[in-house]
């Protein structure tokens, strides 16, 4: 069972960048799409970017211009550079991978992004 972990989430001013991690343990992960997920307070957890195994992406329309997925299976990682930041980014961010719906589908334990002055 493929496992994710999160990083680099923190607080930023509006305006401002960061680029998030998920590392996956195991070499299956090059096989599996994988993506990021964001669920802010009172809302329910929606899509913000995924990316197949072949490098194809696709974005939520209110991402779309300012965040970035990429993957590298050398290292096994999938990163999200979010620039331009928004109060409304504010959530926490979730890291999936594997066949949706699937038993082979995996989350990390999510990394709270925080956008404010």
């Known amino acids: 069972q493929v496992q994710l972990v999160e990083s680099g989430g923190g607080l930023v001013q509006p305006g401002g960048s960061l680029r998030l991690s998920c590392a996956a343990s195991?070499?299956?992960?090059?096989?599996?799409?994988a993506g990021w997920y964001r669920q802010a307070p009172g809302k329910q957890r929606g899509l913000v970017a995924r990316?197949?195994?072949?490098?194809?992406?696709n974005y939520a329309d209110s991402v779309k211009g300012r965040l970035t997925i990429s993957r590298d299976n050398a290292k096994n990682t999938v990163y999200l550079q979010m620039n331009s930041l928004k109060p409304e980014d504010t959530a926490v961010y979730y890291c999936?991978?594997?066949?949706?719906?699937?038993?082979?589908?995996?989350w990390g334990q999510g990394t709270l992004v925080t956008v404010s002055s």
């Open positions: 999936n991978a594997g066949p949706q719906g699937s038993a082979l589908e995996v």
């Open positions: 195991g070499s299956i992960f090059r096989l599996y799409a």
């Open positions: 990316i197949t195994a072949g490098d194809s992406p």
